[in-house]
């Protein structure tokens, strides 16, 4: 299985750890927080050299930051965010290949939805870009693809079940109908995604000077 390059990072968790560490003391922190990714436990030698140029009392600090387990140390949150990730990771994997059974007893199906939910963010994120690029490029405007307001109608587009295609077809559309004249203003998104957008797209090609390429 290829390694997983990240896991869940939980700020309330590493700000109770960290907020009343001395600055040196945090770095070493966060260097055990990243070895973490290799080893689950810390064993007594790495965290020996992780803290070696710490004072008593700094080292002090740290260890009151870290679980002890068996064979070494561990910051707890850290690892259990790990383990589920790793799990979850592998249970995708199983199911790809037809297998459904969970393979880990620390699987945990809140961890599925997060990440779901963040691949489907991810999507939508794509998706405004894609969108807002091609009206600037067709349009020969500057519209940024962050704008809250063109994340809704866009939204609001989608739920209607527009795709990515019939935005740029309203592009090209309005753009051959309105470049040069007084409505070239109204090439951006509040105009262009808004209610009429359907019209828009069912507008004559021939009438709009749109032409079908491909």
Same mark, same amino acid.
């Given at each position: ?28 922190? #966060?260097? =055990? ?48 965010? =790990? ?18 059974? =969970? =393979? ?12 779901? #939910? ?26 940024? #693809? ?69």
């Amino acid at each position: 299985m290829s390694k997983d390059p990240a896991f869940l990072f939980y700020p309330g968790d590493y700000l109770r750890d960290t907020q009343c560490l001395s600055e040196k003391a945090q770095v070493a922190y #966060d260097r =055990i927080m990243c070895e973490h990714m290799r080893n689950i436990c810390i064993r007594q030698k790495q965290l020996n050299f992780f803290i070696k140029r710490l004072s008593d009392d700094e080292k002090e600090e740290i260890i009151l930051t870290l679980t002890k387990i068996e064979g070494g140390y561990q910051i707890h949150w850290v690892a259990e965010s =790990i383990i589920k990730r790793r799990s979850y990771t592998e249970s995708r994997r199983k199911n790809r290949e037809g297998k459904t059974k =969970i =393979i880990c007893k620390s699987y945990d199906t809140h961890m599925e939805n997060e990440n779901e #939910d963040e691949d489907k963010r991810e999507d939508k994120r794509r998706l405004y870009k894609e969108v807002v690029a091609h009206l600037n490029t067709t349009c020969s405007t500057n519209f940024s #693809d962050k704008s809250k307001s063109t994340h809704t109608l866009i939204n609001a587009r989608l739920k209607e079940g527009r795709t990515l295609d019939d935005f740029k077809k309203v592009h090209l559309i309005k753009f051959k109908e309105w470049k040069g004249s007084d409505y070239e203003k109204f090439l951006r998104p509040e105009t262009l995604y808004g209610n009429k957008f359907e019209s828009y797209l069912q507008q004559s090609e021939k009438r709009s000077g749109y032409v079908r390429v491909g």
